[in-house]
């Protein structure tokens, strides 16, 4: 099954998703973590994807890369992934060129002490 999980405080938002993600259900997970960051007034997130089940494309990823670059320029975002599992790596590359601070973590309690300290 498809899940997203979205959840914040008025310090960070904490999403996640659970299953295999296409990539209009991409765009949509991402508008809903930028809906509550706005909410709740954060540029800093977790997204969790260790039991993202599917990877995207080369070229999806380079897009969308592109697109996050741009919209959430000013965020501070740790991505969680399975060790040795899908990671985005030109989605990240992507991502980093722009002013988004992104780092990948194969543990949350790492990333969870590496954000706070943003």
């Known amino acids: 099954m498809n899940q997203a999980k979205i959840n914040g ?3 960070l938002v904490y999403a996640s998703w ?3 993600i296409t990539g209009e259900q991409r765009h949509l997970f991402r508008d809903m973590i930028m809906d ?3 909410k709740k007034g954060v540029k ?3 997204v969790d994807l260790t039991k993202q089940t599917n990877g995207t ?3 999806d990823n380079y897009e969308f ?3 996050l670059r741009r919209k959430m320029m000013g965020y501070t975002i740790a991505a969680v992934y399975k060790k040795g599992g899908i990671t985005e790596d030109l989605l990240i590359e992507t991502i980093q060129r722009g002013r988004v601070n992104i780092q990948v973590f194969y543990s949350l309690d790492d990333a969870k002490k ?3 300290n943003q």
Do not use: M
């Open 36 to 38: 509550l960051c706005e």
């Open 9 to 11: 405080d008025s310090n």
């Open 57 to 59: 494309n080369i070229k």
């Open 65 to 67: 890369g592109k697109q």
């Open 44 to 46: 800093k997130f977790i």
């Open 114 to 116: 590496w954000i706070n």
């Open 18 to 20: 659970e299953g295999s």
